[in-house]
C-alpha cells in the first residue's frame, strides 16, 4: 500500500512540473528582465493552486486508500467467508463420506442378508427336489422295481432273449459259435468239415436266465451271481474250458467282500486268467461283447470252478490268488501199441467251444481215452492290477500247471505214474483313448502247456511214445503263444463299434517216433505239428468210393489261427422296460496248419509228393435281435 502512495505522489509531482510553461528563444530577454517582478506576480497563484491540486490529490488519494482499505476489509471478509466455506464444506464432505459408509454398510448387510436369504431358498428347493426325487425313485421302484426284497436280501433277475442268424462260407457245424480249430481246411468234406458248402442257420440258444443276490452281514457285502444259457448240446459235456451241461452253467459263484479290502469268491466265475474290466474281482471281468458265442482267438479265458482270494490295496493296485479245477487237454494219436496204454487224460475235440469228444477206436489206448482228465492239483493263478482314472487299467498274471497220466501195467512191466508241469504269463490293459467313449484294449500271453486257456486250444502237451519200444510215456508240454488287440467305441447312448484282431500259436513239439532194438537207434519223429504227418487229402475233393462220401486224410496240427472281427450294435429302447438292441458283425477266421508229407494222391494230376502246409479260411457274418431284462 506504501509503494502504491508513493507511486501516486510522484505521478503527482510529475504532472505539475509537465504543466509549468516553456520560454521560447525570442522571449528570453524580455522575460529575464521581467522575470522578477512576473514571478512575485504569479507565486500565490501558483501556490494556491498547487495547494489545492495538492489537496485534491490528497482527497483522492485518501479515497482510494478508503477504498483499499474497504477492498482490504472486503477480501478479508471473503477469505474469512472461504475458510468458513471450506470448514463447512470439509464437515459436509466427511459427514457425506459418513453417511455413505453407513449407506455401503447398510447395503452391504442387505446384500448379505439377501445373498442368506437366496441361499437358504436354493438349499430348501434342493432339499425340496431331492425329497421329490427320492419320492419319484420310490414311486418308480414300487411301479418298477428293480429288485426283489427278500428277508433282508436284493434279488435281482436278469437275462435275455435272442434271435440269432449267422451265415458262413465254409461250414464248421458249430451253430452260434465258431471255433477257430473246426474252421475247414481246404476240400476237406469229411466229417464236420465241409469247405464246399456254406452255411445258413438261425437260433436262439443265446438266451438267458440270470439273477444276482445283495446282502449285508454287518460290514461284510455278501453277494451271489447266477446265469445260464442254452448254446450246448450235452452230448460230450465236460469241463475242460467251460462247463457244458445243457442247460450250460455260464455263472454260478457266492463272494464276500470284507471291510479291510478282502474279497474271497467260490464257485463257477470266469476264471481269473480272465482279463478285467477294473481290479481283480469276479464281477469286473472283461470279454468281447461278440454276437458270435466262441471267444475270440489270443484272448486267455474259461469258466470253471475256482476259488479266489483277492485284496484291494490303497485305491489304485489289487492282487488276487485263484485255485481253478484243472483239465488236461493232450494229443494220443501217437500211441499206436495195443500192450501199453495211457490213462487219465483226456483228448481235445471241435465241438462248439472247444469241449472235449470221447474216441471212437478199437485199439487199448483210445478205449482208455474218456472226457475226463484225472487232475494231480489244481492250477494256480495270480494277477496283480492297477487302475487309473486317466490311465485306465492294466494287469499282469500268471499260470502253473500240474500234469500227470499213469501208464498202464502190461503182463510184464508194471505201470506207472509221470508228471508234468505247465506254466505261463501274460498282461493286458484297457486304456481309455476317449474317456467314455473310445477304450483301447489289448492282451497277450505266452507259455507250455497253457492251451486248455485258449480260445482256439488244441492240446496242453502230447504224450511221449516211441513205437516198439517201452519208452516212458511221459508228457512234453506244446508251446503256446496268443494275442488280442483292438478298440471299444460307445459314440452315444444308442450306438457301440469294436473292432478286434487276435491270434494263437502252437508250436511243434517232437520226439522219435520208432526204436530199432538190433541197432538201438531211434529214428524219426512223432508228436505236434510233426512234419511227416498224412495230408494227402488237402487241396483236392476225392472221388467218393464210400457212402457217404469222404475225402483223403488231410490232418495238419494247428500252427496259426487268428480272426479279426468287427461288431456293431443299435439299442433301439433303452429304458426302464430293459433294452431292445439291434446287431450285426463280420468275423474273417483264418487256420494254418503245420506241413505234412503227401499232397495229391497217386493217380491224380499233377502227381506230387511235396510236403503242403494246409489252410483254410471262414467269413462269418451274424445278425442278432436280442431283448436284455432291465
Same mark, same amino acid.
Given at each position: 500500500?506504501?509503494?502504491?502512495? @508513493?507511486?501516486?505522489?510522484?505521478?503527482?509531482?510529475?504532472? !505539475?512540473?509537465?504543466?509549468?510553461?516553456?520560454? %521560447?528563444?525570442?522571449?528570453?530577454?524580455?522575460?529575464? /528582465?521581467?522575470?522578477?517582478?512576473?514571478?512575485?506576480?504569479?507565486?500565490?497563484?501558483?501556490?494556491?493552486?498547487?495547494?489545492?491540486?495538492?489537496?485534491?490529490?490528497?482527497?483522492?488519494?485518501?479515497?482510494?486508500?478508503a477504498a483499499m482499505q474497504q477492498m482490504q476489509q472486503q477480501?478479508?471478509?471473503?477469505?474469512?467467508?472461504?475458510?468458513?466455506?471450506?470448514?463447512?464444506? /470439509?464437515q459436509t464432505q466427511a459427514a457425506a463420506d459418513a453417511k455413505v459408509a453407513a449407506i455401503e454398510a447398510n447395503t452391504n448387510m442387505q446384500v448379505q442378508k439377501v445373498q442368506a436369504d437366496v441361499s437358504d431358498v436354493k438349499a430348501a428347493v434342493a432339499a425340496d427336489t431331492m425329497l421329490v426325487q427320492k419320492d419319484a425313485k420310490k414311486i418308480e421302484y414300487l411301479e418298477h422295481p428293480g429288485s426283489i426284497a427278500y428277508k433282508g436280501i436284493a434279488i435281482t433277475l436278469g437275462g435275455q432273449f435272442d434271435l440269432?442268424?449267422?451265415?458262413?462260407?465254409?461250414?464248421? !457245424?458249430?451253430?452260434?459259435?465258431?471255433?477257430?480249430?473246426?474252421?475247414?481246411?481246404?476240400?476237406?468234406?469229411?466229417?464236420?468239415? =465241409? %469247405?464246399?458248402?456254406?452255411?445258413?442257420?438261425?437260433? &436262439?440258444?443265446? %438266451?438267458?436266465?440270470?439273477?444276482?443276490?445283495?446282502?449285508?452281514?454287518?460290514?461284510?457285502?455278501?453277494?451271489?451271481?447266477?446265469e445260464a444259457d442254452f448254446s450246448v448240446d450235452g452230448t460230450n459235456s465236460n469241463p475242460n474250458q467251460t462247463s457244458s451241461w445243457a442247460p450250460r452253467l455260464r455263472q454260478a459263484y457266492g463272494k464276500a467282500e470284507f471291510k479291510n479290502g478282502l474279497t474271497v469268491m467260490a464257485g463257477q466265475p470266469w476264471t481269473l486268467i480272465t482279463m478285467n474290466r477294473k481290479g481283480t474281482d469276479a464281477s469286473t471281468f472283461w470279454a468281447v461283447?461278440?454276437?458270435?458265442?466262441?471267444?475270440?482267438?489270443?484272448?486267455?479265458?474259461?469258466?470253471?470252478?475256482?476259488?479266489?482270494?483277492?485284496?484291494?490295496?490303497?485305491?489304485?493296485?489289487?492282487?488276487?490268488?485263484a485255485l481253478d479245477n484243472p483239465s488236461y487237454l493232450t494229443q494220443l494219436n501217437t500211441v499206436t501199441t495195443t500192450t501199453t496204454g495211457v490213462s487219465g487224460v483226456a483228448v481235445a475235440g471241435t465241438g462248439a467251444n472247444n469241449n472235449s469228444v470221447i474216441a471212437t477206436c478199437a485199439s487199448l489206448p483210445c478205449a482208455d481215452q474218456v472226457a475226463y482228465s484225472t487232475g494231480l492239483a489244481p492250477d494256480l493263478v495270480f494277477k496283480a492290477a492297477y487302475d487309473d482314472a486317466k490311465l485306465g487299467h492294466w494287469e499282469v498274471k500268471g499260470l502253473t500247471r500240474f500234469f500227470r497220466d499213469r501208464v498202464v501195467s502190461t503182463a510184464t512191466v508194471p505201470g506207472?505214474?509221470?508228471?508234468?508241469?505247465?506254466?505261463?504269463?501274460?498282461?493286458? &490293459? #484297457?486304456?481309455?483313448?476317449?474317456?467314455? @467313449?473310445?477304450?483301447?484294449i489289448f492282451q497277450g500271453m505266452y507259455g507250455k502247456g497253457i492251451s486248455r486257456y485258449q480260445s482256439a486250444g488244441q492240446y496242453d502237451f502230447v504224450v511221449r511214445n516211441t513205437t516198439n519200444d517201452s519208452w516212458?510215456? =511221459?508228457?512234453?508240454?506244446?508251446?503256446?503263444?496268443?494275442? =488280442?488287440?483292438?478298440?471299444? &467305441?460307445? +459314440?452315444?447312448?444308442?450306438?457301440?463299434?469294436?473292432?478286434?484282431?487276435?491270434?494263437?500259436?502252437?508250436?511243434?513239439?517232437?520226439?522219435?517216433?520208432?526204436?530199432?532194438?538190433?541197432?538201438?537207434?531211434?529214428?524219426?519223429?512223432?508228436?505236434?505239428?510233426?512234419?511227416?504227418?498224412?495230408?494227402?487229402?488237402?487241396?483236392?475233393?476225392?472221388? +467218393?468210393?464210400?457212402?457217404?462220401?469222404?475225402? /483223403?486224410?488231410?490232418?495238419?496240427?494247428?500252427r496259426?489261427?487268428?480272426?479279426?472281427?468287427?461288431?456293431?450294435?443299435?439299442?433301439?429302447?433303452?429304458?426302464?422296460?430293459?433294452?431292445?438292441?439291434?446287431?450285426?458283425?463280420?468275423?474273417?477266421?483264418e487256420r494254418m496248419a503245420w506241413s505234412g508229407t503227401g499232397g495229391l494222391p497217386a493217380g491224380a494230376f499233377p502227381t506230387t509228393t511235396t510236403s503242403l502246409?494246409?489252410?483254410?479260411?471262414? =467269413?462269418?457274418?451274424?445278425?442278432? #435281435?436280442?431283448?436284455?431284462?432291465?
Amino acid at each position: 500500500m506504501r509503494n502504491f502512495q @508513493k507511486l501516486v505522489a510522484v505521478l503527482a509531482l510529475s504532472g !505539475m512540473c509537465l504543466a509549468a510553461p516553456v520560454p %521560447s528563444d525570442g522571449e528570453a530577454a524580455a522575460k529575464k /528582465s521581467t522575470k522578477h517582478h512576473a514571478a512575485k506576480a504569479a507565486k500565490p497563484v501558483m501556490k494556491d493552486e498547487t495547494a489545492d491540486k495538492y489537496r485534491q490529490l490528497k482527497e483522492t488519494v485518501d479515497q482510494q486508500q478508503a477504498a483499499m482499505q474497504q477492498m482490504q476489509q472486503q477480501l478479508q471478509q471473503t477469505q474469512q467467508q472461504l475458510q468458513k466455506t471450506q470448514q463447512q464444506l /470439509s464437515q459436509t464432505q466427511a459427514a457425506a463420506d459418513a453417511k455413505v459408509a453407513a449407506i455401503e454398510a447398510n447395503t452391504n448387510m442387505q446384500v448379505q442378508k439377501v445373498q442368506a436369504d437366496v441361499s437358504d431358498v436354493k438349499a430348501a428347493v434342493a432339499a425340496d427336489t431331492m425329497l421329490v426325487q427320492k419320492d419319484a425313485k420310490k414311486i418308480e421302484y414300487l411301479e418298477h422295481p428293480g429288485s426283489i426284497a427278500y428277508k433282508g436280501i436284493a434279488i435281482t433277475l436278469g437275462g435275455q432273449f435272442d434271435l440269432q442268424g449267422w451265415y458262413r462260407s465254409h461250414a464248421t !457245424m458249430g451253430d452260434n459259435a465258431t471255433a477257430a480249430n473246426s474252421i475247414a481246411l481246404d476240400s476237406q468234406v469229411n466229417g464236420a468239415y =465241409n %469247405s464246399h458248402l456254406s452255411e445258413f442257420a438261425m437260433g &436262439a440258444r443265446n %438266451s438267458r436266465i440270470a439273477l444276482r443276490i445283495d446282502g449285508m452281514a454287518g460290514s461284510t457285502k455278501l453277494t451271489g451271481q447266477y446265469e445260464a444259457d442254452f448254446s450246448v448240446d450235452g452230448t460230450n459235456s465236460n469241463p475242460n474250458q467251460t462247463s457244458s451241461w445243457a442247460p450250460r452253467l455260464r455263472q454260478a459263484y457266492g463272494k464276500a467282500e470284507f471291510k479291510n479290502g478282502l474279497t474271497v469268491m467260490a464257485g463257477q466265475p470266469w476264471t481269473l486268467i480272465t482279463m478285467n474290466r477294473k481290479g481283480t474281482d469276479a464281477s469286473t471281468f472283461w470279454a468281447v461283447n461278440s454276437i458270435d458265442q466262441q471267444t475270440m482267438p489270443g484272448i486267455a479265458w474259461g469258466r470253471w470252478a475256482e476259488l479266489r482270494l483277492s485284496q484291494q490295496i490303497g485305491k489304485s493296485v489289487s492282487v488276487a490268488l485263484a485255485l481253478d479245477n484243472p483239465s488236461y487237454l493232450t494229443q494220443l494219436n501217437t500211441v499206436t501199441t495195443t500192450t501199453t496204454g495211457v490213462s487219465g487224460v483226456a483228448v481235445a475235440g471241435t465241438g462248439a467251444n472247444n469241449n472235449s469228444v470221447i474216441a471212437t477206436c478199437a485199439s487199448l489206448p483210445c478205449a482208455d481215452q474218456v472226457a475226463y482228465s484225472t487232475g494231480l492239483a489244481p492250477d494256480l493263478v495270480f494277477k496283480a492290477a492297477y487302475d487309473d482314472a486317466k490311465l485306465g487299467h492294466w494287469e499282469v498274471k500268471g499260470l502253473t500247471r500240474f500234469f500227470r497220466d499213469r501208464v498202464v501195467s502190461t503182463a510184464t512191466v508194471p505201470g506207472w505214474n509221470n508228471t508234468g508241469l505247465g506254466w505261463g504269463l501274460g498282461g493286458g &490293459a #484297457i486304456v481309455p483313448v476317449m474317456p467314455k @467313449k473310445v477304450d483301447f484294449i489289448f492282451q497277450g500271453m505266452y507259455g507250455k502247456g497253457i492251451s486248455r486257456y485258449q480260445s482256439a486250444g488244441q492240446y496242453d502237451f502230447v504224450v511221449r511214445n516211441t513205437t516198439n519200444d517201452s519208452w516212458d510215456h =511221459n508228457m512234453i508240454m506244446v508251446k503256446g503263444a496268443s494275442a =488280442n488287440v483292438g478298440f471299444e &467305441a460307445h +459314440p452315444n447312448s444308442k450306438w457301440e463299434f469294436d473292432l478286434f484282431a487276435g491270434g494263437e500259436y502252437y508250436g511243434r513239439t517232437l520226439y522219435p517216433a520208432t526204436y530199432t532194438a538190433s541197432t538201438g537207434v531211434y529214428s524219426g519223429v512223432a508228436g505236434y505239428g510233426a512234419p511227416n504227418a498224412t495230408n494227402t487229402g488237402c487241396y483236392f475233393e476225392t472221388v +467218393p468210393t464210400t457212402t457217404p462220401a469222404t475225402s /483223403s486224410t488231410c490232418t495238419g496240427n494247428n500252427r496259426l489261427v487268428y480272426d479279426i472281427r468287427a461288431i456293431a450294435y443299435y439299442d433301439l429302447y433303452k429304458g426302464t422296460y430293459g433294452v431292445l438292441r439291434y446287431g450285426a458283425s463280420y468275423n474273417y477266421y483264418e487256420r494254418m496248419a503245420w506241413s505234412g508229407t503227401g499232397g495229391l494222391p497217386a493217380g491224380a494230376f499233377p502227381t506230387t509228393t511235396t510236403s503242403l502246409a494246409p489252410k483254410g479260411q471262414d =467269413n462269418v457274418v451274424m445278425t442278432v #435281435i436280442r431283448y436284455i431284462f432291465p
